[in-house]
């Protein structure tokens, strides 16, 4: 498979070029050049099959003609050590957990997948050591740490916000040590974000360092998301409900992109929800059609954020660049602190589910967008512990925190102060 850039100013490059560099020449996002249609059979049968099954028929089709299929059908299984179960949660919303991984959040599945995929190419090529740089806003640094930890030729540096990540969440990347280096950076989100963007266009460090990215930039960390709405799908269809309605609480946008790409398999999904909290800059584009960043602001949802979704540029390169095509298939919605406290308190004493605040933002689009009729899946990002004080604080009551986490809290921190000049950042990889 042939992957272009949404900008299209660079060459094309192989699944392996796509990989290793993480961002086009042209600081475009990576493309497959056809997106392949699952057969009608698969979908047919589908709720007889594990996850593990369907994951790689979905593997196949984007990275079959790459990877021979024993490899692939290897990392796909391993990487899904975990299950990611389909929970009811009011008569017509369902609740698809995706925090039973290693770090307790959906960033699990696509940080294993890459981390796996990666050290296939470094192993087949003899490569020299590659650097993996991610910024992190709190769940993808553990996420991408935790998958990549002790894997050979690769050294993962995670750029976090200072103060502005949860202590569990913290403690989850700066303990582990072994190729994990992290930088704490004496700014926002977004700064680590330019930090690590301006990296990869400097020529000198790139000349220097072998350097590729496992933000949700990263092919190989998006497109395994694809995994789980197939799952969500077949466990539903078990229950004998279809084309659900699919709500994604967003930041970046790789995880709801990576449910659209299913929709262009043929997935039957009937639209998607993206959930914003104030960070809204998708919800607006969807009302004015202009699209506006503008700098994040801290909320207590705060993997989402994000005042400039880099997987926006896929979003637009998926519908023709087509405000209306977008539109058609894709509503928003966004929520205050308040309100994603409020109803993270209703469901809890209403249904007994205890939501986390990313969660809650995509439920409540469901409890306010589903039309007669319709059945909604949210993604239940994170568990709700890893934002232990802010839940606690909201829902009156100690929330209990799974010996998963527990272990990580009792680990040391260890951890490089950063500024949030480029030139200080340049200056340490060019001299480790
Ligand atoms: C990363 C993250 C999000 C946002 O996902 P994107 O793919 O960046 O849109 C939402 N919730 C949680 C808990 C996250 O960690």
Not at 21 to 38: E, N, Q, S, V, W
Not at 66 to 79: E, F, G
Not at 166 to 180: A, D, H, P
Not at 190 to 203: E, I, T
Request: glycine letters at 8%.
């Amino acid at each position: 498979m042939k992957y272009y850039s949404t900008n299209r100013q660079a060459p094309e490059a192989t699944l392996e070029e796509a990989v290793v560099k993480g961002l086009a020449a042209d600081k475009g996002l990576f493309m497959p050049r056809t997106i392949k249609p699952l057969p009608q059979d698969f979908y047919d049968r589908i709720d007889t099959l594990s996850f593990q099954e369907i994951a790689y028929q979905v593997a196949d089709a984007f990275f079959g003609e790459d990877v021979p299929a024993d490899t692939l059908k290897q990392i796909v299984y391993d990487t899904l050590s975990f299950d990611v179960p389909l929970v009811k949660v009011t008569e017509n919303i369902y609740s698809l957990e995706l925090f039973h991984g290693p770090t307790l959040a959906f960033k699990d599945v696509g940080g294993r997948f890459m981390a796996r995929l990666l050290g296939y190419f470094i192993k087949k090529e003899g490569k020299k050591q590659v650097n993996v740089l991610v910024a992190t806003s709190g769940d993808t640094g553990s996420a991408v740490a935790n998958g990549f930890l002790g894997v050979e030729g690769i050294h993962v540096y995670v750029l976090y916000p200072k103060g502005k990540v949860s202590e569990i969440q913290e403690k989850q990347f700066t303990t582990l040590g072994q190729n994990i280096t992290a930088l704490e950076v004496d700014g926002t989100f977004d700064d680590c974000q330019a930090l690590v963007k301006s990296a990869f266009m400097d020529k000198e460090l790139n000349e220097h360092l072998q350097l590729t990215s496992a933000n949700s930039i990263n092919v190989a960390r998006f497109l395994p998301q694809a995994f789980y709405y197939f799952y969500a799908y077949a466990q539903l269809k078990k229950l004998g409900i279809s084309s659900p309605v699919i709500c994604v609480p967003s930041g970046n946008f790789g995880n709801i992109t990576a449910g659209l790409f299913g929709k262009h398999m043929g997935l039957p999904v009937s639209r998607f929800i993206a959930a914003n909290n104030r960070n809204d800059i998708f919800y607006q584009y969807l009302q004015t059609g202009v699209y506006s960043p503008r700098p994040s602001v801290a909320t207590i949802a705060n993997a989402m954020d994000v005042g400039d979704p880099s997987n926006f540029a896929r979003v637009l390169d998926l519908y023709g660049g087509s405000h209306a095509a977008i539109s058609a298939e894709i509503s928003g919605a966004t929520y205050t602190n308040e309100q994603i406290a409020e109803t993270m308190q209703q469901v809890w004493k209403e249904e007994h589910y205890l939501l986390d605040p990313h969660g809650a933002c995509g439920f409540r689009a469901l409890a306010e967008g589903l039309r007669p009729g319709e059945v909604g899946i949210f993604l239940e990002t994170a568990h709700p512990a890893k934002f232990k004080d802010t839940v606690e604080k909201i829902i009156g009551e100690p929330v209990s925190i799974p010996e998963k986490l527990q272990a990580f809290m009792r680990g040391e921190k260890q951890s490089l102060p950063m500024t949030k000049d480029f030139a200080d950042f340049k200056n340490y990889l060019m001299t480790v």
